[in-house]
């Protein structure tokens, strides 16, 4: 599943999740091309086009996507995925 492109979060300015979800990102150094779904009218089309639902933080990483997600949610997705949790240099003490 090895994908060439960035991980791609969809984000509101503002939004709490969003700030969360970005720290997590930042800490785990994990590189991410984030989109602000209100100032880009393209980035909310796209993030309801691949998630089916307007809200965020929302990520999209190849078929993996994750809507409307708290940072325990994300965690339990990627325990469903562990080769994308593999990619990300994730182990399972990255809590």
Known sequence: ????SKPILYIKTGCPWC???LSFFSQ???GID???VRQTPQNMQRMVEVSGQSL???LEYG???V???SLDELHDELEQVPEVKREWGLGDDDE
């Open 1 to 4: 599943m090895k994908l060439n």
């Open 56 to 58: 965020t933080p929302t």
């Open 34 to 36: 984030v989109r602000d």
């Open 63 to 65: 078929e993996f996507v």
């Open 19 to 21: 700030r969360e979800a």
């Open 67 to 69: 809507a409307d997600f």
């Open 28 to 30: 785990h150094g994990i």
